[in-house]
Each structure stands twice: as structure tokens, then as C-alpha cells.
Nanobody, 115 residues
Framework: QVQLVESGGGLVQPGGSLRLSCAAS????????MGWYRQVSGKQRELVAGITSSSSTHYADSVKGRFTISRAYGKNTVYLQMNSLKPEDTAVYYC?????????WGQGTQVTVSS
């Protein structure tokens, strides 16, 4: 059993910053990759950023230079630092953990960017 608990979402003005956290617990051996996705109502879930077990990172073009993904290995926690937020970043953000070929998901946290 794998549990993912996200935190850090909220309401922020354009240009502001937020930091999302996702703590993994349970049978988490052999993590392949952790990442953040987001979804707007009525649209497909999209990849925001990912980090592999070798610490290789990748980002959606829309967030490059603004968002940073990092991982605290000892705590099995992944973070998403979001700077220079835009209204189009508004979405529910989901944490994802991949072990082998299996994906696990958090419950989602709302991020709203609005003045």
C-alpha cells in the first residue's frame, strides 16, 4: 500500500509563489520516478514536472524557468517550487509516484492564481 499526501496549495496573486509538498509512505521500495501533474476541469491531466531516481528532471515547456522540482530522499518527499505564477497555472495539482510500471497518485491540491 502506498499513500501520497500533498500540501501547500492555495490562492495566490499573479507573480506570486507557492511550494507544494508530497510525502510518500507505505511500501515504497524501488521508486522509479516522482512527479507533479495538473488538471483543469474538462481537460486532460498534464505533466508539470518529474524527477527520476537518478535525479534527472524534466519540465513542461509552460513552466520551464518558473517551477523547480526537488526531492528529499531520506523523507521520500517531493516538492514543487512555483514562482512567477500566472492565472493559467490555476489547476488541481496531483503528486505522482512510479514504482516499476505502477503509478500512484495523491488526492490533489488546488492552486488558484487570481488577483
Amino acid at each position: 500500500q502506498v499513500q501520497l499526501v500533498e500540501s501547500g496549495g492555495g490562492l495566490v496573486q499573479p507573480g506570486g509563489s507557492l511550494r507544494l509538498s508530497c510525502a510518500a509512505s507505505g511500501s515504497i521500495f524501488g521508486i522509479t520516478r516522482m512527479g507533479w501533474y495538473r488538471q483543469v476541469s474538462g481537460k486532460q491531466r498534464e505533466l508539470v514536472a518529474g524527477i527520476t531516481s537518478s535525479s534527472s528532471t524534466h519540465y513542461a515547456d509552460s513552466v520551464k524557468g518558473r517551477f523547480t522540482i526537488s526531492r528529499a530522499y531520506g523523507k521520500n518527499t517531493v516538492y514543487l517550487q512555483m514562482n512567477s505564477l500566472k492565472p493559467e497555472d490555476t489547476a488541481v495539482y496531483y503528486c505522482q509516484l512510479q514504482i516499476g510500471g505502477t503509478d500512484y497518485w495523491g488526492q490533489g491540491t488546488q492552486v488558484t492564481v487570481s488577483s
